[in-house]
């Protein structure tokens, strides 16, 4: 007859796992897990590069409209460096140029903090007729509908076309300060209608783009005539 638990005793609960081999456990499946993230990350890696960087051909072409190709500098204490040679950080100035190889202006990035979000984006400048080209939003997180109409509101867009960014008589900044002003109310050179529902993100634009040129335009003045020189 076979040996059979006592009658009226609860059966016994099996041992416990122990603690080491849980935490064994749960760190496999955190490794595995890490190793697959890190994986999908390096190999969409070159992908998102790639998108980004026709993403910003793209605006450059945009805001520099003459120009079928750009190549990117970056501005030194001794002038414009080819971006692939530059041994320091700096502005980057990404020169345009024509079916000709002739340069036909220059994109410069610009950011400001907008109602939701850091606004940047490219603008187009000429140093022949020291204006503004236009503008094309780079990164953007404004209210749909609203604080968007930077990038949507064709009025707002155009009013940056040939818009006047000449240097003092001094040549240490702005003739002229290019401001936001109430919509309809643009009068003087350098004057931007702001946004109806978007005063907050079209005035941050607006400031950006003035403390960019504001800094960046005398620096560069000395330098535009080396990149007509860029091949």
């Not at 490219?122 to 236009?134: H, K, R, V």
């Not at 209210?143 to 155009?158: K, V």
């Not at 040549?171 to 931007?192: F, K, M, N, Q, Y």
């Amino acid at each position: 007859m076979s040996a059979e638990q006592p009658t009226g005793q609860p059966p016994q609960p099996p041992a416990p796992t122990p603690s080491a081999r849980l935490i064994a456990t749960l760190g496999g499946i955190a490794l595995v897990a890490g190793v697959l993230v890190v994986s999908v990350v390096e190999w969409t890696r070159p992908m998102i590069e790639a998108n980004r960087a026709q993403a910003l051909q793209e605006a450059v072409l945009a805001v520099v409209p003459d120009a079928v190709e750009s190549r990117a500098f970056v501005l030194t204490d001794t002038g414009l460096v080819p971006a692939e040679q530059a041994q320091a950080d700096g502005p980057l100035v990404h020169a345009g140029y024509d079916a000709q190889g002739r340069f036909t202006g220059a994109a410069l990035e610009a950011s400001g903090r907008g109602y939701a979000d850091v606004i940047r984006f490219l603008y187009g400048y000429d140093p022949e007729c020291q204006c503004i080209l236009g503008i094309s939003v780079l990164q953007s997180q404004e209210t749909p509908g609203l604080g968007d109409r930077i990038e949507t509101d064709p009025d707002f867009q155009a009013s940056f076309e040939g818009l006047d960014a000449s240097l003092n008589e001094q040549g240490t900044g702005l003739a002229h300060p290019i401001r936001a002003v109430e919509p309809g109310e643009s009068d003087a050179p350098g004057e931007i209608d702001a946004i109806t529902g978007a005063t907050v993100s079209s005035e941050a634009v607006v400031d950006a783009l003035h403390d960019s040129a504001d800094d960046l335009l005398p620096r560069l003045a000395p330098h535009w005539s080396s990149l007509e020189r860029s091949e």
